[in-house]
């Protein structure tokens, strides 16, 4: 079986342009969730999907950051314009159900460098 | 608030040696889990445990044994007899229960560094 992949692996980008990663799920989960890491802080929650709705968005850091998840399969996740501090390794998880008990699983992450 | 705390940022271990890799948490929540993962060069998470807060056995998986103790809030990673393979960056975690679903709190992980 698949595990959660992630595209792409990397991403040099300069202030003011746009990104969008990619994350596709295990196949059959409903719950996708995406982190980030910024270099040497912890691992932060950013927003979790079911199926295509989003459940909770609280960790999304501003409206630069836009998610979807179209049709309940894949996500994606626009930062548009980035900047410097948008700099970090956003991971994606998925997980079969949203409790505390449903093991996520990760992708490899995609980093991300703003110039 | 949740909070995970691992105080060491990194170790540095000749192989075979056994080395303990702490996680320390702070929850109000009764019910909870604890997790910890592994993030070798390669750079994916990969899942290592899940322990909930009702289950304090310790456990133990080949060279792997985790303590969790709820006195000190903590849940300690133990390897013994290290190997290279077993350089990575290793994350404990603590699920928060949010309106019936779960978020993942991070500790800011330790960097284990197994050298021949």
């Known amino acids: 079986e698949a595990g959660v992949t992630q595209f792409p692996s990397h991403s040099v980008i300069e202030k003011g342009q746009t990104v969008t990663l990619r994350c596709d799920p295990i196949?059959?989960?409903?719950?996708l969730y995406w982190y980030r890491r910024v270099m040497g802080k912890e691992i932060k929650f950013l927003l979790h999907f079911v199926k295509e709705s989003k459940q909770d968005e609280s960790g999304m850091p501003n409206n630069r950051f836009l998610a979807e998840r179209t049709g309940g399969t894949y996500s994606t996740l626009k930062v548009q314009p980035a900047e410097l501090e948008d700099s970090g390794v956003y991971f994606c998880?998925?997980?079969?159900?949203?409790?505390?008990?449903?093991?996520?699983?990760f992708g490899p992450g995609t980093r991300l460098t703003v110039l | 608030a949740q909070k995970v705390t691992q105080a060491q940022t990194e170790i540095s271990v000749v192989e075979k040696e056994d080395v303990t890799l702490d996680c320390v948490y702070e929850t109000r929540d009764t019910t909870y889990y604890l997790f910890w993962y592994k993030q070798p060069p390669s750079g994916e998470l990969v899942f290592l445990i899940r322990?909930?807060?009702?289950?304090?056995q310790n456990e133990i998986s080949g060279r792997y044994s985790w303590n969790f103790q709820k006195s000190t809030s903590s849940f300690n990673f133990t390897i013994t007899a290290s190997q290279v393979v077993d350089s990575a960056v290793y994350f404990c975690a603590l699920s928060e229960a949010n309106s019936g679903y779960s978020t993942l709190t991070f500790g800011k992980g330790t960097m284990l560094l197994v050298s021949p």
């Open positions: 998880a998925s997980s079969q159900g949203g409790s505390m008990t449903d093991t996520q699983y």
């Open positions: 322990r909930n807060s009702f289950d304090e």
């Open positions: 196949s059959g989960h409903d719950n």
